[in-house]
């Protein structure tokens, strides 16, 4: 079974401009979420969508937005991009249905803001 | 909101030695706790565990987790690391009911031959 996948695993992009990164859950998993991931500030939770609605949502400013399409890949953008916004981005997927779900990390998109 | 702590940022052990990591969480309901593994250069891996029952549970390569639940506190151990065992280490909370992680600021450890 293939893990999760993250496109692009790089990225360079300049303050103002936006970004848009994607992320295939593992087969059959209906919930991906999205963290952040910075020397600083440590894994982050971003939001969490299930079934294409965004089921639950971290502390980050509006800048920050995400969608589910139908098969479960997910999206997530950065508008107005802030030297800030370097960081590692993790996408996780899980089944999703219950309370007890394993949540699986692909290798992430680091984006550098220059 | 709830809090992970893991108090030892960086350690190095020898080869053979034995390995405890502290993790304490904040919240004070009902919580799945978990520690993740992140080896230099991929991606963040499950290393264990604990949803309820037997407090003590087991995980891949030898490591095993202690929740103590009147300390708040999810220890990883085990007894005689390795060279490959050098990565960086996170213990993760998710209260029942929600669905996002709250990570620790997680631990190095370097294991030297």
């Known amino acids: 079974k293939a893990g999760v996948t993250q496109t692009p695993r790089y990225l360079i992009k300049t303050r103002g401009q936006q970004v848009t990164l994607s992320c295939s859950p593992i087969s059959g998993h209906r919930s991906v979420s999205w963290y952040q991931q910075t020397p600083g500030q440590g894994l982050q939770f971003l939001f969490e969508y299930f079934s294409e609605t965004q089921r639950n949502k971290g502390n980050f400013p509006g800048r920050f937005s995400g969608r589910q399409f139908s098969n479960s890949r997910s999206e997530m953008n950065v508008s107005t991009l802030e030297l800030g916004d370097s960081a590692l981005y993790l996408c996780?997927?899980?089944?999703?249905?219950?309370?007890?779900?394993?949540?699986?990390f692909g290798a992430g998109t680091r984006l550098s803001v220059l | 909101a709830q809090s992970v702590s893991q108090h030892n940022h960086h350690v190095i052990l020898s080869e053979a030695a034995s390995l405890e990591l502290g993790c304490n969480y904040s919240y004070g309901g009902t919580v799945n706790l978990f520690w993740y593994v992140q080896y230099p250069g991929q991606h963040l891996q499950l290393l264990l565990k604990?949803?309820?029952?037997?407090?003590l549970v087991k995980g891949i390569k030898g490591f095993e987790a202690e929740f103590i639940k009147s300390k708040f506190s999810f220890n990883l151990r085990k007894p005689s690391v390795q060279w490959s065992d050098t990565a960086e280490y996170f213990c993760a909370v998710i209260h029942t009911g929600r669905r996002a992680l709250t990570f620790g600021s997680g631990t190095r450890l370097q294991v030297q031959p």
């Open positions: 996780a997927s899980s089944p999703g249905l219950a309370d007890q779900n394993i949540q699986y």
């Open positions: 604990y949803f309820s029952g037997d407090p």
